[in-house]
């Protein structure tokens, strides 16, 4: 009798990779950007990925811009769920090189962001004004925001960055696998801060704050909090500035 064996994890986390790549379309960006406005369905929050720019800006809802190389304008989707835009390129299709891909988006208020894949959001100067906000950043994806919350959730991991300047009464952050956060000009009065994996959080704190630290993280503190169910572990460290 024979006996046949599975593939190993790792072969078949290869296998399924290469058969993705191979299955996508290569398309090249003309070069000729031309802009196109597209209406939208209501939304309050953004996804978006795929090496995509997103510029908001606080106003009145719009039907929103894309920038684009006139051949990409397809291949760039637009789409609304559940009061969620979302911005991405199928994965069907590997642009591999554009001038711009761009998109502007006017709107009243924010409920959550997510960039992922090397795309940005760039959310500032004005200020945005705001009871809870989610911000997620992943997989070399940034977002930019300058706020003024009552409580902040805060995730980014694999080299996603996340930069948020104004003012918070609660700051709750988790990064992983050398995420950043840029938050030293972000006055906050409570932080609740997990890093793992070589992440780096650099904060600002005035009443309480609590961390863990594992996997050669650092945590950069400006102001002079209590310290609370404090934990580092695994190499990790703590700079503190006044």
Same mark, same amino acid.
């Given at each position: 009798?024979?006996?046949?064996?599975?593939?190993?994890? @790792?072969?078949?986390?290869?296998?399924?990779?290469?058969?993705?790549?191979?299955?996508?379309?290569?398309?090249?960006? !003309?070069?000729?950007?031309?802009?196109? #406005?597209?209406?939208?369905?209501?939304? $309050?929050?953004?996804?978006?990925?795929?090496?995509?720019?997103?510029?908001?800006?606080?106003?009145?809802?719009?039907?929103?811009?894309?920038?684009?190389?006139?051949?990409?304008? !397809?291949?760039?989707? $637009?789409?609304?769920?559940?009061?969620? +835009?979302?911005?991405?390129?199928?994965?069907?299709?590997?642009?591999?090189?554009?001038?711009?891909?761009?998109?502007?988006?006017?709107?009243?208020? @924010?409920?959550? @962001?997510?960039?992922?894949?090397?795309?940005?959001?760039?959310?500032?100067?004005?200020?945005?004004?705001?009871?809870?906000?989610? @911000?997620?950043?992943?997989?070399?994806?940034?977002?930019? %925001?300058?706020?003024?919350? =009552?409580?902040?959730?805060?995730?980014?991991? $694999?080299?996603?960055?996340? =930069?948020?300047? &104004?003012?918070?009464?609660?700051? #709750?952050?988790? +990064?992983?696998?050398?995420?950043?956060?840029?938050?030293?000009?972000?006055?906050?009065?409570?932080?609740?801060?997990?890093?793992?994996?070589?992440?780096?959080?650099?904060? #600002?704190?005035?009443?309480?704050?609590?961390?863990?630290?594992?996997?050669?993280?650092?945590?950069?503190?400006?102001?002079?909090?209590? %310290?609370?169910?404090?934990?580092?572990?695994? &190499?990790?460290? %703590? %700079?503190?500035?006044?």
């Amino acid at each position: 009798m024979k006996i046949y064996k599975r593939p190993g994890l @790792l072969l078949l986390v290869f296998y399924l990779t290469i058969s993705a790549v191979w299955g996508q379309k290569n398309v090249k960006g !003309s070069g000729y950007v031309l802009t196109q #406005q597209r209406e939208t369905a209501d939304f $309050t929050s953004i996804e978006i990925s795929r090496g995509i720019d997103v510029a908001i800006v606080r106003g009145e809802m719009e039907p929103i811009t894309v920038e684009a190389d006139d051949n990409l304008f !397809s291949y760039i989707k $637009t789409t609304v769920k559940n009061k969620v +835009l979302k911005i991405y390129i199928p994965d069907s299709v590997n642009i591999v090189k554009y001038a711009s891909m761009n998109v502007l988006i006017s709107m009243p208020t @924010l409920g959550s @962001l997510k960039a992922s894949n090397h795309s940005r959001i760039d959310a500032w100067p004005q200020i945005w004004n705001l009871r809870t906000i989610r @911000l997620e950043a992943t997989t070399g994806g940034q977002i930019r %925001i300058r706020l003024k919350a =009552e409580d902040i959730q805060a995730e980014a991991r $694999t080299s996603g960055i996340l =930069e948020i300047k &104004g003012e918070a009464q609660n700051l #709750q952050a988790i +990064l992983k696998t050398a995420a950043r956060l840029e938050a030293r000009e972000l006055e906050t009065q409570n932080a609740d801060i997990q890093l793992s994996i070589g992440a780096k959080a650099e904060i #600002q704190v005035n009443q309480r704050l609590t961390y863990d630290l594992y996997g050669h993280s650092r945590l950069v503190i400006k102001g002079n909090p209590q %310290i609370e169910n404090s934990h580092n572990h695994s &190499g990790s460290r %703590i %700079i503190k500035e006044k």
